[in-house]
């Protein structure tokens, strides 16, 4: 395991420990989205609404991530969806609502008391049709070709090897497959020394990436019209970049239906 890996696992390990009794997703999250510094226009959970976290039996504290993948995506009922880095598992068990009757929601996540956090969450929220692994998203523990929609949550930043990551995404989805994924993306460049902060790489400020780079990578790894659209950017202090919160949506090509 590398450094970074190392440092991202014991951050959200603890995040995970802290909240363990505390089956609401715990006290509202107070270092701004994922780490990231807030501006204070949205933030981590924002985009949930609220009688749907409520029938969840969760708030949107439970929240990590920097937008509502689940939205994005368009789930259908019978679909069958992956959420890469899930956390607490708010993701997965909305779309696992979502794609009922007939779909079914993994959650795969790298630390082992994430995984555990979000199984206490779905044993609360009495949802069947979902399943949380233990594993990572750059050797995805699913076969090729069987998942119609890949979402994830501020997450692909963390990576290291982001063309590994997507890589595996398109393996495992079906042709004519979508991904839709919230994450951030370098508006402007960070300051070198932040590029190597540990800290800030775990709090998913240091491992972003320029907009270009990402659709350069998602066309790299074989998916069809890569779109990534800013929405929200966050100045970081003492002249140190920028970065910002972001849509992406691409599809596997092949498959049924018209255009693919
Ligand atoms: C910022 S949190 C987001 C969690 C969740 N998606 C949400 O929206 O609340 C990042 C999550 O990604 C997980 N993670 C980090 N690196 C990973 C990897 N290489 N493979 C799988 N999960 C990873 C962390 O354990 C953590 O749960």
Redesign the pocket.
């Known amino acids: 395991m590398s450094t970074i ?1 190392e440092a ?2 014991r ?3 603890q ?2 420990r802290a909240r363990a009794g505390t089956l609401d997703g715990g006290a509202p999250v107070d270092e701004g989205c ?2 990231a510094p807030d501006d204070g226009d949205g933030g ?2 924002s985009g949930y609404p609220a009688a749907e976290l409520g029938a969840l039996g969760l708030t949107s504290a ?5 937008g509502n993948p689940t939205l994005l995506a368009d789930l259908r009922p019978g679909e069958v969806v992956l ?9 997965v068990l909305l779309s696992a609502r979502r794609v009922s009757p007939g779909g079914h929601a993994y959650g ?4 082992p008391e ?1 995984v555990a956090l979000a199984q206490g969450h779905q044993a609360r929220a009495g949802v069947a049709n979902a399943t949380f692994l233990l ?4 050797a995805i523990p699913l076969a090729d070709a069987s998942v119609d929609v890949i979402i ?4 692909v930043n ?2 290291e090897d982001k063309a590994a ?1 997507l890589h595996e995404a398109h393996r495992v989805l079906r042709p004519g497959g979508r991904l839709a994924i ?1 994450d951030l993306v370098e508006l402007e460049p960070l300051a070198p020394a932040l590029k190597r902060d540990l800290d800030a790489w775990a709090g ?1 400020v240091a491992g972003t990436i320029p907009v270009q780079a990402y659709t350069d990578l998602l066309a790299a790894a074989g998916f069809a019209d890569p779109q990534v659209e800013v929405h929200r950017a966050i100045g970081l202090p003492a002249g140190g970049g920028r970065i910002g919160s972001a849509s992406i949506r691409a599809r596997k090509p092949g498959g049924p239906g018209p255009g693919r």
Do not use: F, I, K, P
């Open positions: 890996q991202t696992r951050r959200y390990g995040w995970a994922c780490g981590c959970g439970a929240s990590l991530g920097c959420d890469l880095g899930s956390g607490g598992g708010l993701d795969l996540d790298a630390t994430m594993g990572t998203m750059e994830s949550n501020c997450v963390l990576a990551v919230s998913c």
